[in-house]
Structures are given as C-alpha cells and as structure tokens.
C-alpha cells in the first residue's frame, strides 16, 4: 500500500532556487526521514517497516516541490485495517513535524531530520492516502530543542505484554505499560518465550531505557512475584548488619 507525501522546501540550500534537488545536501535528510517513518511505524505496529521506502515521484515547481509515495510492505493478513494503519502513520508523522518545529518534543527521529535540513528556511507537508487528504504542516523558522545527551539508565515499568516478535526477525517484547505509549523493547529468543508464558497476566519489566534508539529489556517477572521494596529504615538496617565487620574497620 502507498501514500502520498507532497513536500515543499524553500531557502538558501544547493539546489532549491533551481528547482533541483542536491544529493550533497539533501540526500541525508532524505534518509533520516525515511527513518523517522519506519520509527513511528514500529511503534504502532511490529514486522515489516523495514520495508518501508520513499520513492521520488515528482519534482515540481516553484521552489523545490518533491512528489513522494511512502511504500508500506503488503501485509494481506491486515487488509481490513492496512488503511487505516498507514492514515495513522502519516497523521503522526506530520504532528511530529509540527509539534518539533515549535520546539515540543514528540519523536527524537523526526528531530534529526528537521535539524539536518541545513538551508532550508520554509516547509510545507502535505499527506494523502489513497487520494484522501490527511494532514498537512507548514511552518518556517524552526524552533527545535536542542539534542540531548543519550545515557541509557535503567527503569522498571509495570504493563502487559501486547506482541512479541521472534526470530529471524530481530527479537523484541512488546509492553503496554499502565502509564504511557506501548514500548517495543529488544529482547533475546529466551525473554521472547518468557514474555508468550506471561501475556495473561500484569508484568514488572526492567529496561535499559534510552533517549535514541530502542529500549532493552533487561528481566521480567509476573508481577504478582514482585517482592515488596523495602522502606529506607529497613534498608539501612539491611546494611549495617550486612556490612557490620566492613564499617568498622573503615571506621579505625
């Protein structure tokens, strides 16, 4: 299945007051968004979206006007919603475009391809599917947040197990967390089985949560074995009579 994305750029770029399109400068940003859709797709759905690709089908007039068909995988056992799976796709990536040109962070893969549009002082998106209008975006001057540093630190949520995928295909466990957008995390063959024997039920996940790429899944458990935290006092009781000997002769 296809969509349409019609983009018009305009500003000081190699290439656009010719109405032509530079590889040297644009070709990078070209890629990154063909990224940013393959992410926003993976997080609707697991399989295929590495599949997806951009293909230049126009190039139109008036600044650089670039005609693209976004190309989804053929999935015949999703016929019934593929349409309106790919309407959400595109929805999303034209919010995302709009919301991180005004500075609103939504989805770090669309940010590195707006930050990466060197010369280009105005944008225009406009989506279809099937020849119906979607969305569309149009903004000049970005006002992007600044990239921040990506130091994983693990977190433990608690959800439910939503999909998993096996191998050959890169293995991953799919979490829909009681708070927040389901998460696909990377996972081994073994956690992949784990997580199938758990979809029944509430799980506790630990993750290695990260700002880029995808999040690793370190351990999980049916939350109902989930041991109590214990409080500070007890803790720190735990240490003292843990570590008795060891404090003492540090303490000399």
Not at 119 to 146: C, H, M, N
Not at 193 to 204: F, T, Y
Request: aromatic share 4%; charged share 30%; net charge neutral.
């Amino acid at each position: 299945m296809r969509a349409q994305l019609d983009i018009v750029w305009d500003g000081s770029a190699p290439g656009l007051a010719e109405h032509e399109l530079s590889v040297s400068a644009l070709n990078e940003s070209l890629r990154l968004l063909l990224a940013a859709v393959r992410r926003i797709r993976s997080t609707m759905l697991t399989g295929a979206s590495k599949q997806i690709d951009l293909r230049i089908k126009t190039l139109g007039h008036g600044c650089l006007s670039l005609g693209i068909e976004v190309v989804f995988p053929d999935e015949p056992t999703r016929d019934l919603f593929e349409a309106k799976r790919v309407e959400e796709t595109m929805t999303e990536l034209l919010d995302a475009l709009d919301a991180e040109s005004r500075g609103e962070q939504r989805n770090s893969a669309v940010r590195r391809y707006l930050l990466s549009l060197k010369g280009v002082t105005s944008q225009r998106y406009t989506a279809r599917v099937e020849g119906k209008f979607i969305k569309d975006a149009e903004f000049g001057a970005l006002a992007l947040s600044p990239e921040t540093d990506d130091h994983p630190y693990p977190r433990e949520i608690v959800g439910e197990i939503s999909g998993v995928l096996f191998p050959p295909s890169a293995p991953e466990v799919v979490l829909m967390p009681q708070e927040g957008k389901r998460l696909q995390l990377a996972a081994t063959a073994r956690q992949v089985e784990q997580a199938l024997a758990l979809r029944s039920a509430p799980v506790v996940v630990r993750v290695i949560n990260r700002t880029h790429g995808k999040q690793r899944l370190l351990s999980l458990q049916a939350a109902s074995e989930r041991k109590p935290r214990p409080s500070p006092t007890e803790a720190g009781v735990f240490v003292l009579e843990r570590w008795r000997d060891t404090l003492e002769r540090l303490g000399r």
